[in-house]
């Protein structure tokens, strides 16, 4: 499988596509031209970008297009709360799942919070984690795109500097 070193390097016929997501991604974590740096992005457009990342890259790395996330967290009427509980939603399941198996491991589940660490996995988050790990999986708490982008590198065994 051919390795590019960047955007440029692509086969011309996904280079404009790889290009504008990485500039959307890019602006959803407030990291783009003239963007306010002071402004820590939601942990949702942080789990935006790494999907957006991800979409971007699972054309050269097929295992990035498995990476899903977990219904859990977020606002929904009461309703539909009780029936996505009754469908098996559980509280404090980690926000994404790769399951790809790698050194040993079942699969990586990463929870994602806001890169300015001011909030931390909760208590049924913690347990859901220790349990996984217990359970032969990998799990990691991520504060923000970059540190989650870096984790996922480091599980599927790829080189930074072979991707951007």
């Not at 016929?13 to 990291?31: F, V």
């Not at 992005?41 to 790395?61: I, K, R």
Request: hydrophobic share 35%; net charge negative.
């Amino acid at each position: 499988m051919a390795r590019y070193n960047s955007i440029e390097d692509l086969p011309a016929h996904h280079r404009k596509q790889a290009a504008e997501q990485m500039r959307q991604s890019s602006a959803r974590i407030g990291i783009a031209d003239g963007a306010d740096l002071g402004v820590v992005p939601h942990e949702h457009d942080e789990q935006s970008a790494l999907m957006q990342w991800a979409d971007v890259w699972a054309w050269e790395y097929p295992e990035l297009g498995l990476l899903y996330a977990n219904a859990n967290g977020g606002y929904r009427p009461d309703k539909t709360a009780r029936a996505m509980k009754r469908e098996g939603l559980k509280a404090g399941v980690p926000d994404l799942f790769l399951p790809v198996p790698r050194n040993g491991k079942h699969g990586f589940y990463i929870e994602m919070k806001r890169a300015n660490r001011k909030n931390h996995a909760t208590p049924q988050q913690q347990r859901w984690i220790r349990v996984l790990q217990d359970y032969g999986y990998r799990c990691e708490v991520c504060y923000g795109f970059e540190e989650a982008k870096v984790s996922l590198c480091d599980y599927l065994g790829i080189d930074l500097e072979d991707i951007t």
